[in-house]
C-alpha cells in the first residue's frame, strides 16, 4: 500500500534553515507529481509546494516563494524541502502528500518549530 514517511523537522532559531525528507512506497514514485502542506495549530492545511513527476516544474504559496525549494531524486524514492530564512509563523506540522486513484495519501507528517 502507498506509505509516505517524513523526516527532518526539529526546532530551529528564526532565520535558520532545515531540510525536509519524505520517503514513499507502495507505487511508482516517479510517475506522480508530489506536494508539501504544512498545518499550524488552529489553522487550516495549507498548500506549500508542488513539483512535477521529473522535478522540472516547481510552483509555491507566496509566503513561501524565495525561501523554500522544493525537489525530489527519483532514485531514491525521496521528495525534499529546503527551507531558508524560517520565521516563526512557518511553525507547524509539515505534510508530504501524492493525489493516486483520485485518492489524497498523506505521511504522519513532522513537526517544524520556529523560535528564540
Known amino acids: 500500500q502507498v506509505q509516505l514517511v517524513e523526516s527532518g523537522g526539529g526546532l530551529v532559531q528564526p532565520g535558520g534553515s532545515l531540510r525536509l525528507s519524505c520517503v514513499g512506497s507502495g507505487f511508482t514514485f516517479s510517475s506522480y507529481a508530489m506536494r508539501w502542506y504544512r498545518q499550524a495549530p488552529g489553522k487550516e492545511r495549507e498548500l506549500v509546494a508542488t513539483i512535477t513527476t521529473d522535478g522540472s516544474s516547481t510552483n509555491y504559496a507566496d509566503s513561501m516563494k524565495g525561501r523554500f525549494t522544493i525537489s525530489r531524486d527519483n532514485a531514491k524514492n525521496t521528495l525534499y524541502l529546503q527551507m531558508n530564512s524560517l520565521k516563526p509563523e512557518d511553525t507547524a506540522v509539515y505534510y508530504c502528500?501524492?493525489?493516486?486513484?483520485?485518492?489524497?495519501?498523506w505521511g504522519q507528517g513532522t513537526q517544524v518549530t520556529v523560535s528564540s
Open positions: 502528500c501524492v493525489l493516486r486513484v483520485g485518492r489524497n495519501y
